[in-house]
Structure formats: C-alpha cells, structure tokens
C-alpha cells in the first residue's frame, strides 16, 4: 500500500544519513497562524493546506531530505469534535501526505522522502498527556485508536511512518503490533527525560522492544532537550541494533502559566558530528527548531559523510557528544 519507493527508504538509510526538517508548528505560526486548537498543526490541512505546503518547502528549501506530515495530532476523533465526518478526516489524513509529496517535486538536488506522523493517544487529547503516557486505556483500547488512521495513511503512500513522541513503551507495543502488515516502514521515536520514557521507564527497555520489530527501520528520540538527545542516541544504536533518528527540541522551556517559551536554545549543529558518530542516521530539530537551524544540520551532516566517504575509519572515530562535554 506504500509509495513506489516506499521499500528504498531503508536502503537509504544504509547509504548514508538523512536530514530531518524542524518543527512544522512553529514555521506555520512564524506565517501568521494560530494553531490554538484541539487539532494543532492538523487544522491547517483543512484550513490553510497552502500553509502547510509552504512550510514543507521552506525546510526542504533549507537542505532537509524528509518531511514529517502535519498529521501528529490527527485522529478521526479529533475531526469528529470539529463537526468533520470519517470519510472526510480520512481524506484530510490522507492530503497530510499529499502535501508534503507535493512539496518535494520539483525541488533541485537528491531525493526528498515523506514520513507520515503519527503521534501518540496523547496528542489527541490536546492537554499535555503525550508528556506523560499512561492514558488509563487497555492495549485493545490503543490498538483501536491507532491502526484505522494507521492504515489511512499507510494507504495514502508515504516512504515511511514516524510513531513519533511517544511517552509509553506499552504505547509503544501496541503501535508495533498495529504497523504490522501494513507494508510501509516505520521508525519509533520516544519523548525522554532523565534517561527514561515520558511514563518513566528505562529508556533501554525501550528501544530494545522496538529493535525486535522488522517493519522499524529506526529508533530513537524526539521532542526533548538536546541534551537529553546526546545520551540517547548511543543508547538506542547500542541496544536496538538498528539505525537511529534523533530531532530534539530547541532546548528552551515551555512556562504553561504564561503561555510562552523560556530560557535559551541548546540546539546546534554542532552536536550533528556527535550524533552520528553514535549511530543517528535520521537527524533534524523538533518544537522550535526552524530552517535557519536545519540548514547548518545539513551543513554538518554533508561534512560528515564526506570525510566517512574519504576516511571511513577517521568518521567511524570521531568524538560522540557525550565525550564533547557538550552542555544541555
């Protein structure tokens, strides 16, 4: 059901690292638009879609090499409360991947893939649970909140699927089990703090149940600290034996109480060398990490596979985050 080029995705992998794109939210808001809404990002495929189409090429136009779909916070129950019947969120599920397929013709330079997001049950509910799992539902309960937009936009033909934020290694199952089948690729990034998942387990458990799924293609981490990033990354390539993606946030913090982010970014470039010494083959910036930022990702990500392709043991060798000292 996958794209024609769907099965060349983990090939590519193979053949050396891809490039990311940045937050998709905060490029839409930089355009003027208020994602204040249950739906987030998503309200835009019916709203705005050119929108969301100018945002896929302004990151693609900064070096990125794989658009994550504005579909992260999409669920046919999300569209139901805004009066949008099954048959039409289907079809909004599906121009999620339209779009960024739309974005990546034409554009000069290697190829351009699209990963369909998929977040976690959480994000559906819009009040912060993607940060902390543990929603009360059975595995039945999961199942049958995920694989019906699973298939949707499996069937709408992206290269690959990103389970994406997700806080729970039990979420993490069941999504496993509900890619299965379905004939397109998948990586699985968890949220993470202090070493653990959002639900507070070993981040190694983890990665090592995704390891042991053939449809995964990479794991690893997204939406946390930078920091949190340069620890994972190891971690994930050491236990799960697969590829790693890695796209943390910007590093500042988000104040609920006054609706605005705070402190300074930790996100640089400098820390792509790191990453991918540590087995990252999928490397782009979450929340607030915009063009500016991905383009010196591919700068650096450029630079290291042309010093692999020259000295293949010197890039083998060089120094991870962790041994750089690099800050949070």
């Known amino acids: 059901m996958g794209a024609p080029g769907a099965p060349d995705f983990a090939a590519a992998l193979a053949a050396g690292p891809l490039v990311l794109d940045g937050g998709l939210s905060n490029q839409l808001a930089a355009g003027g638009h208020d994602l204040a809404d249950a739906l987030w990002s998503a ?15 302004a990151y693609f136009a900064a070096g ?35 779009l960024a397929r739309e974005a990546a013709r034409g ?22 649970s993607e940060y902390r799992g543990r929603y009360g539902l059975s595995a039945a309960e999961l199942e049958a909140f995920h694989r019906p937009r ?15 934020t997700v806080p729970d290694a039990d979420e993490a199952r069941v999504l496993l089990r509900a890619v299965r089948g379905l004939g397109v690729p998948a990586w699985l990034s968890f949220g993470a703090a202090g070493g653990l998942t959002r639900a507070g387990q070993p981040l190694a458990e983890a990665f090592a149940a995704a390891g042991e799924a053939d449809e995964v293609v990479a794991v690893g981490v997204n939406c946390c600290t930078p920091g949190e990033a340069d620890r994972a990354v190891g971690l994930a390539a050491r236990v799960s034996g697969k590829p790693v993606v890695v ?33 990252a083959r999928l490397v782009g910036g979450c929340c607030r990490v915009g063009p500016d930022a991905i383009r010196a ?25 962790r041994a750089a000292g690099r800050p949070d």
């Not at 990963?115 to 559906?124: E, R």
């Not at 699973?150 to 994406?164: H, N, Q, R, W």
């Open 43 to 57: 309200r835009l495929l019916q709203d705005a879609p050119e929108a969301v189409l100018a945002a896929h090429r």
């Open 297 to 321: 990702v591919a700068a650096e990500v450029g630079a290291w596979a042309a010093a692999r392709t020259a000295d293949p043991a010197g890039a083998a060798d060089a120094p991870s985050s």
């Open 64 to 98: 990125a090499q794989v658009a994550i779909t504005a579909s992260y916070q999409a669920s046919f129950a999300g569209f139901a409360r805004r009066g949008t019947g099954r048959d039409a969120a289907a079809r909004l599920l599906a121009r999620s991947v339209e």
């Open 107 to 128: 554009m000069p330079g290697p190829r351009r893939w699209v990963a369909a997001s998929v977040g976690p049950y959480g994000a559906v509910l819009a009040d912060g």
């Open 247 to 279: 796209y943390p946030n910007s590093g500042e913090g988000w104040d609920a109480a006054a609706g605005a982010w705070c402190g300074d970014p930790t996100f640089s470039a400098g820390r792509v060398a790191g990453w991918l010494a540590d087995g």
């Open 150 to 164: 699973l298939e949707v936009l499996a069937a709408a033909g992206p290269d690959v699927l990103a389970l994406e």
